[in-house]
């Protein structure tokens, strides 16, 4: 067991590059704090698989991450936060922050008709989590559309073009016509389409990002906890990947720009 300090590092966690949303939103909330990034890209995507599998997956990823000694654990996939969330908070004595709580309640406070769209993958709109974080909150209907290419084209370092707006109209467009007021981008791979998906659901919408509101529910953690980082200083930041460092060093960068370095490959779990 590790004695939980300030100065130790936030561990994120990802099926793959999706969670680097999180990361950076959570560079830009807290500037000062050392992460320490794990992308499980030798086993994604999870959100084609089954809940358990996806669940054994995540909690051996969690464990790994837990045992470098991190303050706390971010699960920033929600396809992962659909299959462990429970688990994973009996399971760590340090804080694990989800994607799902979160964006379910900024949802709930932007949406003015309580017509609300979920987007996210197979794995989660199968375990309803959503639904669940919901299901106590008075006049909201949740509408819920799988989106399983999206993941494919970001994974792909693809963020435009003909084809990915073909696959958005797809999905969107009976969202659209559902006459919701806001959208949860229930993927953490969601945000780098942003801009295709606000182009097609229409402005008029208001998309709900889960990486976004994550990073507040870390910052308002680490500072109710007293696990932040106070003084001015320049974090570290350290990436791990199951799979290719260099195929995660290129696409990463191509997502997410120059902080995605000095990328090391973990070999401990069986593919
Ligand atoms: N980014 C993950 C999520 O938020 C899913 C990506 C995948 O299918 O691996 O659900």
Redesign the pocket.
């Known amino acids: 067991m590790h004695v939980t300090t300030t100065d130790a590092p936030i561990g994120v966690f990802?099926?793959?590059?999706?969670?680097l949303t999180v990361a950076r939103a959570l560079l830009d909330q807290l500037p000062g704090e050392d992460m320490v990034y794990l992308g499980?890209t030798a086993r994604?995507?999870?959100?084609?698989?089954s809940i358990p599998e996806v669940r054994e997956y995540a909690l051996e990823c969690l464990d790994y991450l837990a045992e470098t000694g991190v303050k706390a654990l971010v699960i920033?996939?929600?396809?992962?936060?659909?299959a462990v969330l429970r688990d994973a908070r009996e399971r760590y004595d340090i804080p694990v922050i989800d994607?799902i709580l979160p964006a379910a309640r900024r949802a709930v406070r932007a949406s003015k008709s309580g017509r609300i769209g979920l987007i996210?993958?197979e794995?989660?709109a199968t375990s309803a989590s959503y639904d669940d974080a919901l299901a106590a909150v008075p006049g909201v209907e949740l509408i819920t559309t799988p989106c399983?290419l999206f993941?494919d084209f970001?994974?792909a370092g693809i963020t435009g073009g003909e084809e990915l707006l073909h696959a958005a109209q797809d999905y969107l467009l009976p969202l659209r016509e559902s006459g919701i007021d806001t959208l949860i981008l229930?993927?953490?791979?969601?945000p780098l389409l942003a801009g295709v998906i606000s182009y097609v659901i229409g402005d008029d919408v208001t998309l709900v990002s889960?990486a976004e509101e994550c990073a507040k529910e870390v910052f308002a953690t680490l500072a109710d906890q007293g696990l932040m980082h106070t003084e001015p200083r320049t974090a570290t930041l350290r990436f791990l990947t199951t799979g290719s460092p260099e195929l995660f060093t290129g696409i990463g960068r191509r997502l997410m720009g120059g902080f995605v370095d000095q990328v090391e490959q973990v070999y401990t779990f069986a593919t």
């Open positions: 990802d099926s793959g590059f999706g969670g499980d994604a995507p999870y959100g084609t698989k920033a996939c929600n396809s992962a936060s659909s994607v996210c993958t794995a989660t399983p993941v970001v994974e229930g993927c953490t791979h969601y889960s």
